[in-house]
């Protein structure tokens, strides 16, 4: 399955996230089409069609009938992954969500700039992503268990 990501440098992940997530909800509704330019999304000229729209926390995944891609808000920027059948129809997601996130993003003048991804990895990480996930603040250490230079300085004493 052809797949492509984009790591774009951002101090409002979290708001991309939310309106990404918005407008895919909306153009997800049957009653509520967005209105589109006229350009050929695919053979019948429709862009790809939103199934469901999946957030919890600091990703997202929108389900197409022709893909999916993933959102993730971390610190200082936002990750996107794009999955599709075939290169045809991943250049159609590509370009969906660079349109998108350019548009939302025109004040901080965002860029997306896509590269190949194994179908096997998920949106680019790397281990200070997987510590920042972590729920909650580290467990205290009892004192007793304190090494005693360090409960010295903890202490003042």
């Known amino acids: 399955m052809p ?4 790591d774009i440098r951002t101090d409002h992940a979290a708001s991309y996230l939310a309106r990404l997530c918005g407008h895919a909800a909306k ?3 049957a009653s509520h089409r ?3 330019r006229p350009r050929g999304h695919d053979r019948d000229g429709d862009p790809p069609q939103v199934r469901r729209v999946e957030r919890v926390g600091i990703e997202a995944t929108v389900y197409l009938d022709r893909g999916q891609w993933t959102v993730r808000a971390l ?9 599709a059948a075939d290169p045809e129809d991943l250049r159609q997601i590509q ?6 996130l350019e548009t939302f993003g025109r004040r901080e003048h965002l ?10 990895a998920r949106t680019t990480d790397g281990q200070e992503d997987h510590q920042h996930e972590r729920a909650g603040s580290p467990a205290p250490v009892p004192a007793d268990r304190i ?11």
Not at 3 to 6: G, Q
Not at 95 to 100: C, E, K, N, V
Not at 112 to 119: D, H, I, K, L, P
């Open 27 to 29: 153009m997800g509704q």
């Open 147 to 157: 090494e005693p230079d360090r409960r010295d300085a903890r202490s003042g004493r």
């Open 95 to 100: 370009d969906l969500l660079t349109t998108r």
């Open 3 to 6: 797949a492509a990501e984009a």
């Open 34 to 36: 967005l209105p589109h």
């Open 111 to 120: 860029t997306v700039t896509w590269q190949a991804a194994t179908a096997e």
């Open 75 to 83: 610190p200082g920027r936002l990750t996107v992954r794009a999955e």
